[in-house]
C-alpha cells in the first residue's frame, strides 16, 4: 500500500465552506507536491467542512481527470469525512472532466463513483 499525506481542509482555511477556486489552486499545488514529488496517495480530510463548489472540486480533482484520466485519480487521490454533498460535487467534477480527459477510457462515464 502507498504512503500518504493528509491535508486537512478545515484547519487549512478555518471555514465549513469552501467556494473559491483559489482556495482549490493551494490544494491543488499540495496534492502536486505529495503525488508528483514525494510519491504519496493525497488524502483530503472534509471533516468540519459542509460543503464545496463545482469551482473548488474542479481545482482539486477536475483538472487532474482532464490530464491524467479518472484511474489516475483513485490511485492518488483519497477523501474522508466528507459529508454526501461534498461527495457529490467531487463525483461531479470527476464526471465533467473526465468527458474532456487526455486520457479518458471508453468506460461509461455515467456511472461515476470514484471518491
Given at each position: 500500500m502507498a504512503q500518504e499525506e493528509v491535508i486537512r481542509l478545515r484547519d487549512l482555511f478555518e471555514c465549513d465552506f469552501l467556494g473559491l477556486r483559489v482556495e482549490g489552486e493551494v490544494v491543488r499545488e499540495k496534492m502536486e507536491?505529495?503525488?508528483?514529488?514525494?510519491?504519496?496517495?493525497?488524502?483530503?480530510?472534509?471533516e468540519g467542512v459542509r460543503g464545496i463548489t463545482l469551482s473548488?472540486?474542479?481545482?482539486i480533482v477536475?483538472?487532474?481527470?482532464?490530464?491524467?484520466?479518472?484511474e489516475w485519480i483513485k490511485r492518488n487521490v483519497r477523501v474522508i469525512n466528507a459529508n454526501e454533498n461534498v461527495r457529490s460535487i467531487l463525483n461531479l467534477s470527476?464526471?465533467?472532466a473526465s468527458k474532456y480527459s487526455q486520457k479518458?477510457?471508453?468506460?461509461?462515464?455515467?456511472?461515476?463513483n470514484t471518491l
Open positions: 507536491e505529495i503525488i508528483m514529488k514525494n510519491g504519496k496517495v493525497a488524502v483530503l480530510d472534509f473548488f472540486g474542479d481545482e477536475g483538472i487532474f481527470t482532464r490530464a491524467f484520466g479518472k470527476v464526471k465533467l479518458a477510457s471508453s468506460s461509461n462515464v455515467s456511472s461515476v
